[in-house]
């Protein structure tokens, strides 16, 4: 959607929400909550093909994972927001090569994985069921594929992942809601009445879901990657990953933007694997 339309969908929520709050606060969540991207194209689904196709079930949702088996440690890939499996594509073809055990996942409403709805926190429950079948040595996460990912691991704790990659991962849930907030222009109104519906939704406010502050109860080594000119996650929320758990190591790169898609950035990876 472009901005204007944005803009002009926050102001049609804006003037419900003088007649009622909680009415414009559930069609903001709603239109925050469902991707206009992500599902698969023809050329993907080739790509895709070369893998053993696998669903799992998470409550009504049909988890679609791909799986090239290797004989090296087993390695599960989380993609982002409105993206899919397919986006691995270069770092799969990469980690096939050294022998590696792959898996990725489609998330939620995205791929070939059902549903219409989704959030970090549904997205970690789908990322628990497939780590806990596959045993989960490492697993790599972009953007919220990295946030759900560290809601996972601090809930459950699964003692076969050993290292965790971060790249551009969003470190709170405020800072997330707050950008959607700003981008729509939503008034007063309608962000106290959002927080309230997360609140009796999860039980929690936003500010609750902070992955970083998750990740300090996590042992898994963490690497963190991020982009100084991210323009989706601000720089300093890798900062606040860093400041947060003793066992990373943080990697600033230049001129690779949110998908970090780059040998460099694969390097990288590929060094932390080794050690």
């Not at 994972?65 to 993609?79: C, E, M, P, V």
């Amino acid at each position: 959607m472009n901005q204007n339309l944005l803009k002009s969908i926050g102001f049609s929520f804006n003037l419900v929400s003088f007649i009622s709050p909680k009415l414009a606060a559930k069609l903001a969540i709603l239109l925050f909550s469902k991707p206009q991207k992500g599902k698969l194209k023809g050329i993907d689904s080739d790509f895709l093909k070369s893998a053993n196709k696998e669903v799992v079930k998470y409550n009504d949702i049909a988890i679609m994972s791909y799986h090239w088996k290797g004989k090296k440690d087993t390695i599960l890939l989380a993609h982002g927001w409105e993206s899919n499996s397919y986006r691995w594509k270069a770092l799969i073809e990469i980690l096939i090569k050294l022998d590696y055990n792959i898996v990725t996942l489609d998330a939620p409403a995205h791929g070939n994985t059902t549903g219409k709805l989704f959030n970090a926190i549904l997205y970690s429950e789908c990322i628990s069921i497939v780590a806990k079948k596959i045993n989960a040595n490492i697993i790599i996460g972009h953007s919220v594929g990295g946030m759900a990912t560290v809601f996972f691991q601090h809930k459950y704790q699964l003692q076969s992942v050993k290292k965790i990659v971060l790249l551009g991962a969003p470190s709170n849930f405020t800072g997330v809601f707050n950008r959607y907030s700003k981008m729509m222009g939503y008034n007063k109104k309608i962000v106290t009445a959002m927080n309230q519906k997360v609140l009796k939704e999860f039980n929690h406010l936003p500010e609750y879901f902070s992955s970083a502050n998750f990740s300090k109860d996590i042992k898994a080594n963490v690497l963190i990657i991020h982009d100084k000119n991210d323009k989706i996650i601000p720089y300093n929320d890798a900062l606040d990953f860093e400041n947060h758990h003793t066992n990373s190591k943080l990697i600033t790169t230049k001129g690779y933007g949110h998908g970090l898609k780059s040998d460099v950035v694969y390097n990288h990876i590929l060094d932390f694997l080794k050690t």
